[in-house]
């Protein structure tokens, strides 16, 4: 059978995927675990999401589901963050005689899940047409994400994969800080870089596999398989373990992207890549936020920001002039379209205004004073205005993203990137 399952933490707590990890044991009492446990990504712009909008895919074999469901039931009602009014949970439970009949609509069911907005009572009619097995708590919008995992186990060939490999803390340490030896992270990441990335943020001298909140991660270390993601977690030193587990993931795929062939198209809580012109200098606003205009083929315009968490990847920003043509992913919140990355296909030419040259001796002429032209002293020869001259441009064309620490679950790390009609810059 598979087992999806959503919504069961909080900002003071749990992780749906430590619940996943207690399963994976737990459930060895009634059957065998098949295959990685998943960990799916959806639509990163959701805002009932607590941090990464993640749910999980178990796949069990078993001769006795129902122990199973109650099992499930059970341990979801103990450990959920029930109190926290965003925390709905949900879990959906497919029996082997039915995936061949849900295959195809759970697959666009999570299509939906990742790149748009659903609504709880699409789930739940889902539910009841199919015969699904389910169990939703308080509002059940955690059937949501529990549907597109069990859609994601279902439909396993259909989707670019990579790996995490999860390591939890000891329960006595949650919520106090986390003891770690940024050294080891970095020999990890230099060991097994570039088959795993985001360990570490080197430009900017961060850990960043290792999260700040009050939940039980310890570090997740993201890699191509979960050899490479299993060797780079056994150079970290850091606070003794609880258990870890290893999910197959959609992170690092771009699978949240829409193709946008108009600007006018777009809407907010969607993620795209598209395509457009510089439509103005880029400017820095109030937090360091840097924000321009692209416009497209119609005219229509849509702002498009490399937000202050991006740190140095907003000077790239900044050198973009009117005209450069580019490509865009990320994701559009209020009318705003959030920087992941960037494809520089054409710079246009920057001309800086200088006086004209003498053609005599090749020097600039001086002004002669205000609206009286320019003149060369020595060889007395005059010009009336100014002249354009082109400038290099400090930007060359190629592909760059944002650096580790501000990358999106779902962004596709340059590192991955198998293009060959490019120059590609990753962020390190
Ligand atoms: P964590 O990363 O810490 O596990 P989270 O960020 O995954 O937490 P959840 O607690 O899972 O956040 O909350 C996200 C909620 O949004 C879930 O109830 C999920 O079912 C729902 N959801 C996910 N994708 C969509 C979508 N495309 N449309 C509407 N609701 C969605």
Redesign the pocket.
């Known amino acids: 059978m598979i087992i999806g399952i ?4 909080s900002n003071e707590g749990m ?3 430590y619940l996943g990890a207690l399963l994976i044991e737990e459930l060895q009492a009634y059957g065998t675990v098949e295959d990685c446990p998943l960990l799916v990504r ?2 990163p712009t ?1 805002p ?8 999980i895919a178990l796949k069990l074999k078993t001769d006795c589901p129902e122990r199973v469901i109650t099992h499930i039931i059970s341990r979801i009602k103990e450990l959920s963050r029930m109190e926290c009014e ?3 949970p ?1 879990t959906v439970f497919i029996l082997e005689k039915d995936y061949k009949r849900f295959k195809p609509v759970l697959r666009d069911f999570l299509e ?3 790149r ?4 709880i009572k699409e789930a739940k009619s889902l539910i009841s047409e199919y015969g699904v097995f389910s169990k939703g708590f308080k509002n059940g ?6 549907l ?1 995992a069990c859609g994601a186990m279902l439909n396993l060939e259909e989707w670019d994969c990579t790996f995490e490999y999860l390591a939890y803390r000891q329960k006595e340490r949650w919520g106090t800080p986390r003891e770690i030896e940024m050294k080891s992270f970095l020999e990890a990441d230099r060991i097994t870089y570039p088959q795993t990335w985001d360990t570490v943020d080197l430009t900017n001298r961060l850990v960043v596999c290792v999260p700040r909140s009050a ?1 039980p991660v310890l570090f997740g270390i993201r890699g191509e398989n979960p050899d490479i993601v299993t060797e780079a977690a056994s150079l970290i030193r850091a606070e003794p373990i609880e258990r870890f587990a290893v999910y197959r993931t959609n992170q690092g795929t771009d699978m949240h992207l829409l193709s946008a062939v108009n600007l006018s198209e777009i809407q907010n809580m969607h993620s795209y890549r598209l395509k457009g012109t510089v439509s103005a200098v880029p400017k820095t606003i109030l937090g360091g936020h840097v924000i321009f205009p692209i416009r497209d083929q119609e005219g229509n315009e849509i702002d498009c920001a490399a937000f202050e968490p991006t740190k140095n990847f907003r000077l790239l920003i900044r050198k973009l002039r009117p005209g450069d043509r580019i490509v865009l992913s990320g994701s559009v919140s209020s009318g705003t379209l959030n920087i992941e990355k960037i494809e520089i296909k054409t710079l246009s030419p920057l001309y800086k205004e200088e006086n004209p040259k003498c053609p005599n001796c090749g020097k600039h002429m001086k002004s002669s004073g205000q609206a009286q032209g320019f003149r060369c002293k020595k060889c007395k020869t005059q010009a009336a205005s100014k002249i354009l001259h082109q400038v290099k441009r400090d930007l060359t064309v190629g592909l760059y993203e944002v650096p580790p620490c501000a990358r999106r679950h779902l962004a596709k790390p340059l590192v991955r990137e198998k293009r060959s009609d490019v120059d590609i810059h990753p962020a390190r």
Request: charged share 25%; net charge neutral; hydrophobic share 30%.
């Open positions: 959503d919504d069961t933490d992780c749906t995927t959806l639509n959701i009932y999401k607590t941090r990464g909008n993640a749910a965003k925390t709905n949900g939906k899940a990742v748009n907005v659903i609504e919008r955690g059937l949501i994400g529990a597109a939940d």
